[in-house]
């Protein structure tokens, strides 16, 4: 089977990499990985890394890598698509959130004003390749990474319906964290989680048929021996009654959060730009070795993850578990799901069909599914709690609002998008934000 990776010069693509050669014992396994990328340095850069790697595992014979900037070339024949692509570049990611908070709002790449700029340049980048794959990989199956990925998920599904799935890391990271706080296996809890990307509560981790999570929230010791207890504290952890995805810290903790962002030497987004700069310079290089020159890169990007909210909350360093990869085993298992006709459970962004309620049946979620050789299929989920469901359908409706202007390129409804916002307060401020994004941003010259 073939894989193609949209934005095969990405810094994470050697986790793919290195999960597709681990994956020795599936018989309908990927025997093809082909890398496209814009950026013929960046593709030069991680290719080198892959070619280390390969030589640890003694079945790299077995999967053929190729690179092309030819997106053509790179989708035909293809079973699976991943989409990991960056519009804009590490650039466009420092830039929202300069200009965002300039204007005291939160700038961060999928939350608020920043994760608005971004899906508004990258939603017609990724029609545009949904449109594409529909015409040259009919058949194949599209697992989409890019963020803001839930919004990127709807805006493909509208040309490529259920074959578009959404995955992402926070979800299994999160369930990893409190099945092993309560001592249970993460391989077979099942959690109870519902939301959307990066925007979703656990409300449940069963084990044997038994609902483990009122032990863990009756614990106050307990819920602070673990990320997200830190991050949140445990007395507003029991007062939710749920454990937040830990992007909600941007909503509960917002003028914190902010506060915090303003008061670094360097944003999140201009210290991968540097950070990102040197690694690829560096590993198109010879004479360096390239696995070893990204395994280092790669520790200090982890332990910075979402420093600045941590600081806030005084939660200090993450864990030494927290610091490998997980969406790559997320893609891995949807894959082999699908093409062994082997049911998986997995926490997946999909089309909501009747699964939420308060969501129309085209609105992308994020709940757990059973996973087949048709798809992915949202498992029923009780009703959220009133406070978690309008901040659910206030988030869908500017996603909406996102669509819409990248669709007609209306200025005037890009302004809505922002305004709607729950993290954006003022109407006068969502025109300064399009103002000031369209200024540094050639992908939103469409914005009329």
Known sequence: MKLTLLGGGGFRVPLVHAAL????????????????????????????????????????????????TDLDEALRGADFVFSAIRVGGLEGRANDERVALAEGVLGQETVGAGGIAYGLRTVPVATDLARRIARLAPDAWVINFTNPAG???????????????????????????????????????WIDYVGLNHLGWV????????????RLLADPALLGSFEE????????????????????????????????YQEVEKTRGAFLLDQQADFYARAARPDIPALDLWDRTRAEREATYMAENRETAGAGERAAED???????????????????????????????????????????????LVDANGAHPVAVDPLPGHATALVCAVKAVEREVLSAAASGSRTTAVKAFALHPLVDSVDVARRLVEGYTAVHPGLAYLR
């Open 151 to 189: 919004l990127v998920t709807e805006a493909m599904s509208h040309h490529l319906g259920d074959r578009v799935l959404g995955i992402c890391d926070s979800p299994v990271g999160l369930g990893r964290r409190i099945a092993r706080t309560l001592g249970a296996d993460p391989a077979t809890a």
């Open 21 to 68: 050669l681990a994956d020795t014992e599936n018989p309908h396994r990927i025997t093809h990985l082909t890398l496209h990328d814009l950026d013929p340095t960046r593709l030069t850069a991680i290719t080198r890394v892959l070619a280390d790697q390969a030589t640890q595992h003694p079945e790299h014979t077995r999967l053929t890598v190729t690179s092309t």
């Open 229 to 260: 207890g830190r991050l949140f504290g445990p007395d507003w952890l029991r007062s939710l009654g749920a454990i937040p995805n830990e992007y909600l810290h941007y909503y509960y903790f917002n003028r914190e959060t902010v506060r915090a």
């Open 203 to 214: 409300r449940g981790l069963h084990v044997d048929g038994r609902d483990e999570l009122p």
């Open 323 to 369: 610091l490998s990869g997980g969406y790559e085993n997320v893609a891995l298992a949807l894959m082999r799901a699908i093409a062994r006709d082997e049911r998986a459970t997995l926490i997946l962004n999909v089309r909501n069909g009747t699964t939420l309620a308060a969501l129309d049946a085209d609105a992308v979620i994020e709940v757990p599914c």
